[in-house]
């Protein structure tokens, strides 16, 4: 595909240099794939109002110390529609608008998207975990393609930006969460012992930095780990857990640092 030379920035996401390049071109059948998998997603929790297991929102396993608290869930709600948006609009725009590999992440993240509700709704800590798995790989390499590529300017190149950033934020840090509960699950962890958890959480808020900076910044990918962290951070409060909250306070802080220095640098 031809270099983009005529709009380095899009509002709401991270800075494109002009020698960024979108590679191979969506295609339609893709497209409609990606829909498909964003309403798939958004319908499977039925599962779970069927009486069966825990709630997809939350997942499955034991309450961690770090667990973010429940009402930080309801970010999925944004997810969803953003994702659906974001699906519709290309294929009114044009399925060429987005490079192949955003959709085959899309496409991969959410059907293990609906493969991860059913599993949390039948209560099975170590499949959520390596269903999240999964769908971290996809999300974040969806957010990298998404920021890394020269979209169209405007409002369409934000909201992809947002749909793949904002996901592949939350799975990052959900997926730590359910290997840290599938832990416990497997007797690997005691859910008591703060020590192995704030590990976690370190890890989680490095693999966040780290992919932050990679993304250049992507704004919509640190404030889906951020919300977490604070999440967290709430969780800790309520406990009584200073360490948790001082950790999580802390890795919000340096993953807002990053974010400023990879869109500082990124810009020049």
């Known amino acids: 595909m031809a270099t983009s030379t005529s709009h380095p920035r899009t509002s709401g996401g991270s800075a494109a240099p002009t020698s960024a390049r979108r590679g191979p071109a969506g295609s339609r059948g893709l497209a409609w794939a990606v829909l498909a998998g964003a309403v798939l997603q958004v319908v499977a929790p039925v599962v ?8 997809p929102g939350e997942g499955a396993g034991a309450d961690l110390l770090i667990t973010p608290v429940g009402w930080a869930f309801s970010i999925w709600g944004v997810i969803y529609t953003l994702a659906l948006a974001q699906a519709v609009a290309v294929l009114v725009r044009g399925a060429d608008s987005v490079p192949r590999a955003l959709q085959v992440a ?3 993240l959410y059907l293990g998207g609906t493969v991860w ?8 800590s170590v499949a959520t975990a390596v269903a999240l798995l999964v769908m971290a790989v996809a999300g974040v390499a969806g957010a990298l393609v998404a920021a890394r ?9 934000a909201l992809t930006r947002a749909a793949a950033g904002l996901y592949g934020g939350w799975v990052t840090a959900a997926l730590f969460l359910n290997l840290s509960t599938a832990a416990v699950a497997l007797d690997l962890a005691d859910v008591a012992d703060l020590g192995w958890q704030l590990g976690a959480l370190a890890v989680a808020a490095a693999t966040l930095v780290v992919v932050t900076l990679a993304t250049r910044g992507l704004v919509a990918y640190a404030v889906a780990g951020g919300w977490a962290l604070v999440g967290i951070a709430v969780t800790g409060s309520a406990d009584g857990t200073t360490a948790v909250v001082v950790t999580a306070l802390v890795a919000l802080a340096v993953l807002a640092g990053a974010t400023l220095l990879a869109r500082r640098r990124a810009s020049r």
């Open 48 to 55: 779970q109002s069927l009486g069966l297991g825990s709630s």
């Open 106 to 108: 899309q496409v991969v």
């Open 117 to 124: 509700i059913v599993c949390a709704a039948v209560d099975s």
């Open 149 to 157: 590529s020269a979209l169209p300017a405007g409002w369409f190149g």
